[in-house]
């Protein structure tokens, strides 16, 4: 089956306060890998598995910065090579490395690039999640894992035209009539879809509300931006200004940051951050901004993952079709065929 993703881009595989002292293990766009920190700190990411036996290097600890398989306790450091085989005394066998993965720890997330390791660059990772550590912004992190393909999980955020009924009581009770009646306006510059919508003279959001940004009794224009940045990230800026006072958003209320990685064909590794402008201390707000989102975000993922069963069963052969509401997700599918596309001509060279 042809891979529904690029390789030579980098993934977000974990946030920062996930990888402690132990290894951390997960599979990214259908590779088993380990994380660990060296001496320094600094994360590496390795294959996980052992040249020697071929267990996997996850099953066994962190040592001086250097990860020791469980099984026979060869030790490798950050660039996969072997430095030390307890049972003998001598040079490793040829061929005792592990493959290395570049890897990179920005705002409290940590990315890896699974491709051609030549090709990866720094500034291969859009600026997005600076507002996880900006100090005049409070941020919650969440992640789930999805049994859904991520292109799935894409769509999901880029028509959210889906709140009314899969949030039906939670999130998406109030503005159904906003999300249908206002288009999104959709762009696309290059790698990256910007789409915005705004909706005129509706009442706040449920979060607004809580921030006391705006009274309930409070009609506002609200706006909404997103920005998919090929091929798994995702930003979705909401704000509010009193009705027809502005004609753009001055400052957004909140943005919602989205990394989607493939794990495999039918699973992805979402990771996600809602940070916002507004009450930065009441950790009330925190609190139940995070058991809001991440509530939204299991119903999200119970629809994505019946979704996927479904789409699994269907024999028809028929494409998915899209709706107006599908114009991002459709720009942003676009994107990402021309660069698998690219890569697929590459490797055929
Ligand atoms: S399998 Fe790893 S040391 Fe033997
Ligand atoms: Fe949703």
């Given at each position: 089956m042809a891979r529904s993703y690029p390789v030579n881009h980098w993934y977000a595989i974990?946030?920062?306060?996930?990888?402690?002292?132990k290894p951390l293990a997960r599979t990214i766009c259908n590779t088993p890998i380990v994380m660990f920190r060296d001496k320094a700190g600094a994360v590496a990411v390795l294959e996980d598995i052992c040249p020697h036996r071929k267990a996997p290097l996850s099953s066994g600890f962190v040592v001086d910065g250097a990860i020791e398989c469980g099984y026979h306790g060869a030790q490798f450091d950050a660039h996969g090579?072997?430095?030390?085989?307890?049972?003998?005394?001598?040079?490793?066998?040829?061929?005792?490395t592990v493959t290395r993965f570049p890897a990179l720890e920005r705002h409290d997330m940590i990315f890896a690039w699974i491709?051609?390791?030549?090709?990866?660059?720094?500034?291969?990772?859009?600026?997005?999640?600076s507002a996880n550590t900006y100090a005049d912004w409070t941020a919650v992190h969440g992640y789930h894992h999805v049994k859904a393909n991520y292109l799935l999980v894409l769509d999901n955020l880029a028509d959210l035209t889906h709140l009314a009924f899969v949030h039906r009581s939670t999130i998406?009770?109030?503005g159904r009539t906003g999300w249908f009646n206002n288009p999104l306006r959709v762009t696309i510059e290059g790698d990256r879809v910007h789409s915005s919508r705004t909706m005129r003279d509706i009442s706040p959001s449920g979060f607004m509300l809580m921030t006391s940004r705006?009274?309930?009794?409070d009609k506002i224009d609200r706006f909404q931006t997103s920005d998919f940045f090929a091929p798994a990230f995702f930003t979705v800026v909401l704000g509010g200004e009193h009705?027809?006072?502005?004609?753009?958003?001055?400052?957004?209320?909140h943005i919602v940051l989205n990394s989607v990685t493939p794990e495999t064909e039918e699973t992805s590794h979402y990771f996600w951050s809602v940070c916002r402008t507004v009450a930065l201390d009441d950790q009330h707000i925190t609190d139940e901004m995070y058991r809001l989102t991440r509530l939204a975000f299991d119903e999200d993922a119970d629809m994505l993952e019946r979704q996927q069963q479904a789409i699994r069963a269907d024999r028809s052969g028929r494409p998915l079709m899209n709706f107006q509401g599908d114009q991002g997700g459709a720009a942003m599918r676009k994107v990402i065929a021309r660069l698998i596309e690219a890569e697929t001509e590459e490797q055929a060279a």
């Amino acid at each position: 089956m042809a891979r529904s993703y690029p390789v030579n881009h980098w993934y977000a595989i974990a946030t920062s306060a996930e990888l402690t002292e132990k290894p951390l293990a997960r599979t990214i766009c259908n590779t088993p890998i380990v994380m660990f920190r060296d001496k320094a700190g600094a994360v590496a990411v390795l294959e996980d598995i052992c040249p020697h036996r071929k267990a996997p290097l996850s099953s066994g600890f962190v040592v001086d910065g250097a990860i020791e398989c469980g099984y026979h306790g060869a030790q490798f450091d950050a660039h996969g090579r072997c430095i030390h085989i307890p049972s003998q005394d001598v040079i490793p066998p040829r061929g005792m490395t592990v493959t290395r993965f570049p890897a990179l720890e920005r705002h409290d997330m940590i990315f890896a690039w699974i491709g051609d390791d030549k090709r990866a660059t720094p500034d291969g990772i859009p600026d997005i999640w600076s507002a996880n550590t900006y100090a005049d912004w409070t941020a919650v992190h969440g992640y789930h894992h999805v049994k859904a393909n991520y292109l799935l999980v894409l769509d999901n955020l880029a028509d959210l035209t889906h709140l009314a009924f899969v949030h039906r009581s939670t999130i998406g009770a109030s503005g159904r009539t906003g999300w249908f009646n206002n288009p999104l306006r959709v762009t696309i510059e290059g790698d990256r879809v910007h789409s915005s919508r705004t909706m005129r003279d509706i009442s706040p959001s449920g979060f607004m509300l809580m921030t006391s940004r705006f009274a309930p009794t409070d009609k506002i224009d609200r706006f909404q931006t997103s920005d998919f940045f090929a091929p798994a990230f995702f930003t979705v800026v909401l704000g509010g200004e009193h009705a027809g006072t502005h004609e753009e958003m001055q400052r957004p209320h909140h943005i919602v940051l989205n990394s989607v990685t493939p794990e495999t064909e039918e699973t992805s590794h979402y990771f996600w951050s809602v940070c916002r402008t507004v009450a930065l201390d009441d950790q009330h707000i925190t609190d139940e901004m995070y058991r809001l989102t991440r509530l939204a975000f299991d119903e999200d993922a119970d629809m994505l993952e019946r979704q996927q069963q479904a789409i699994r069963a269907d024999r028809s052969g028929r494409p998915l079709m899209n709706f107006q509401g599908d114009q991002g997700g459709a720009a942003m599918r676009k994107v990402i065929a021309r660069l698998i596309e690219a890569e697929t001509e590459e490797q055929a060279a």
